[in-house]
């Protein structure tokens, strides 16, 4: 299942996306409140910036996160890598916690 959006505002929301689920977001995307988790096989490709102003965002397993802008973890804000990739092609401001164990790639 595909799932395409121009902006997407989490004001607190818990998002899953389950193993194979695609996520496409032509904009921003912004989580002000709410947990999201990125299961295995799972893709979100956002086409501007990621705001993880709080709260919890997973990738697990074998997902892949694709960033075009920058990614900004917020004081207080979690984000969470394993096994998968991450590419960002801004910049990261991290004042949060950045946890990482897969792989991270910045810039283009």
């Known amino acids: 299942m595909e ?5 997407v505002t989490n004001n607190g929301a818990s998002i899953t996306l389950k193993s194979g689920a695609k996520v496409n977001i032509n904009g921003n995307a912004l989580n002000t409140k709410g947990n999201i988790l990125i299961e295995g096989n799972s893709e ?5 910036n990621f705001v993880i102003a709080s709260d919890t965002v997973r990738f697990e397993n074998s997902s892949v996160g694709v960033v075009l802008g920058n990614m900004t973890i917020n004081s207080g804000a979690y984000f969470y890598r394993s096994s998968g990739s991450l590419s960002v092609l801004g910049v990261i401001f991290n004042s949060g916690i950045l946890y990482n164990l897969g792989i991270i790639e910045i810039g283009d």
């Open 3 to 7: 799932v395409k959006g121009q902006v």
């Open 44 to 48: 979100l490709r956002i086409n501007g």
